[in-house]
C-alpha cells in the first residue's frame, strides 16, 4: 500500500548476498512516526513479534518465515541443528495466538527439512519469500471476494454510502500488504463505491485509532474513530450495514479468535440484524481444532498496557500516562473467541463460505 505516494510491504529486504538486510516498519511509532527498523538476529526479530513492532496474524507468520531465514544466516558453523532447533523454539513462542506464526514455522521446517547450512539459507529465504508474496496475494483476493458483498449493499442503498465497522487492525499493516477484513473495503473505495468506517478505537493497545485511522487516511477512505463501546448504539440505530473484522485463529468449524472485543461486537451485531464477516486468508485456519472456546490459546499480555496509555503531548511528544491508581491491578487478555453460530460468513482467498465445517471444507476440501 501506498505511504506518502511511496509503495510499502510491512516487511521486506534490501540489498544482496551478506548485505542483504530484512526491513520493517516499527507499527509502536505510528501513526505519529513513520520509521523503518532493521532486524539482524533472531532475537531482534523475537522482540520485534513480542513487542508488536510487527504485529497482525499475517505479518507475524512472514515475520517468523524471515526469522528463520536470519537464524540460519547467523548459525554458528559447528553448531547448526541445536542452533536452529533452538531459533525455532524462540519464534515459536513469541506469542500464541494467531495460528500463522505456528504456520510459517513448520512451511519453513519443510523446506529446510535434510539442508546443511549452507543450501539453508538460499531455501530459507525462497520459502519467506513465497510465504510473504502469497499472504499479499491472497489478502487482494480476499478483497475480490469481499467486494461483491459490498457491492450487493451499496446496490440497496441508492448512492449512500456503505457504513461498515470494523475492530482492530486487519489492514495492510496487519500483513504483508492489503490485508483481511480492509481489503474488501479498499476494493470497494478503489472501484467507486461509497464506504464510510466507522473505526473502533480497540483499547487497550488502540490498534484501530493508530493504525486503522492512519491507513484509511492514507488511502483517502471516508471513516470515523468511535470509542469501542459505541458500535451497539450505532447498529440500534441502522447506522452499520455491515461488520467485517479480521482474524488470528479460526477453527475448522468456523469459531473465530480476534482481538478483545470482537465478540461483543459479533453479539450486537446478531441482535440487530446487522450481517458480521470475518475474513481471513488460509494460513489463519487451524484445522486441527474444533471448539474455539475451548480450544485457542488466549494470549495475556502485560497488565500496563491496560494501565498506560501513550499518545501525542501538546507539546508534540509522545508520552506515556498512568490512566488509574498507581496500585491498581489489572488483567490483559488480547484475545476473544466469536462462536461460528454468530458470524454470517467467512471471507477467503478462495471466496466466502459460512461459517461451519462443511461450509469451510466446501473452500477446502483438501481438509476433509
Ligand atoms: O495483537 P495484534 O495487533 O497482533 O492482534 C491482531 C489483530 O490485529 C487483530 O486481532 C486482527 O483483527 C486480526 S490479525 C489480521
Not at 105 to 126: D, F, I, M, S, T
Request: net charge negative; charged share 20%; aromatic share 6%.
Amino acid at each position: 500500500m501506498n505511504v506518502n505516494g511511496r509503495h510499502y510491504r510491512t516487511i521486506w529486504t534490501e540489498g544482496s548476498g551478506e548485505e542483504e538486510t530484512l526491513l520493517i516498519i516499527d507499527q509502536t511509532a505510528l501513526p505519529h512516526e513513520f520509521r523503518v527498523v532493521a532486524l539482524h538476529s533472531v532475537d531482534d526479530v523475537c522482540r520485534a513479534v513480542r513487542e508488536m513492532l510487527v504485529r497482525g496474524a499475517g505479518l507475524i507468520g512472514a515475520t517468523a518465515a524471515w526469522g528463520v531465514w536470519i537464524a540460519v544466516r547467523t548459525a554458528p558453523e559447528g553448531d547448526f541443528a541445536a542452533f536452529m532447533a533452538q531459533s525455532m523454539e524462540k519464534l515459536r513462542a513469541t506469542r500464541p495466538t494467531a495460528s500463522n506464526l505456528v504456520w510459517a514455522l513448520e512451511r519453513q521446517k519443510k523446506a529446510l527439512a535434510g539442508l546443511g547450512r549452507k543450501e539453508a539459507v538460499e531455501a530459507a529465504h525462497a520459502e519467506a519469500q513465497t510465504i510473504a508474496d502469497e499472504d499479499a496475494e491472497f489478502c487482494r483476493r480476499i478483497g475480490e471476494h469481499g467486494l461483491g458483498i459490498i457491492r450487493e449493499l451499496a446496490a440497496r442503498k441508492g448512492g449512500q454510502p456503505v457504513n461498515i465497522l470494523t475492530h482492530c487492525n486487519a489492514g495492510w499493516l496487519a500483513f504483508v500488504d492489503h490485508g483481511s477484513a480492509l481489503s474488501p473495503v479498499y476494493a470497494a473505495f478503489n472501484a467507486g463505491i461509497p464506504v464510510h468506517v466507522w473505526v473502533d478505537e480497540t483499547r487497550p493497545r488502540n490498534q484501530g485509532a493508530s493504525l486503522t485511522a492512519w491507513e484509511l487516511g492514507m488511502h483517502g477512505v471516508p471513516h470515523d474513530l468511535i470509542a469501542d463501546n459505541a458500535g451497539g448504539h450505532l447498529m440500534q440505530h441502522g447506522m452499520v450495514d455491515m461488520v467485517i473484522t479480521g482474524a488470528d485463529r479460526v477453527t475448522r468449524r468456523g469459531d473465530a479468535a480476534n482481538k478483545i472485543g470482537t465478540y461483543l461486537k459479533a453479539l450486537a451485531a446478531h441482535d440487530n440484524n446487522v450481517p458480521f464477516y470475518v475474513a481471513l486468508p488460509s494460513s489463519t485456519f487451524d484445522f486441527s481444532l474444533y471448539d474455539g472456546v475451548s480450544g485457542i490459546p488466549i494470549e495475556e499480555r502485560n497488565a500496563d498496557e491496560v494501565r498506560i496509555m501513550s499518545g501525542l503531548s501538546e507539546k508534540g511528544q509522545v508520552e506515556r500516562v498512568l490512566i488509574c491508581p498507581a496500585d491498581t491491578p489489572a488483567r490483559n487478555w488480547a484475545f476473544d473467541v466469536t462462536p461460528a453460530r454468530l458470524i454470517t460468513g467467512l471471507v477467503t482467498e478462495r471466496g466466502v463460505c459460512e461459517a461451519s465445517e462443511r461450509g469451510i471444507l466446501s473452500l477446502y476440501p483438501e481438509q476433509a
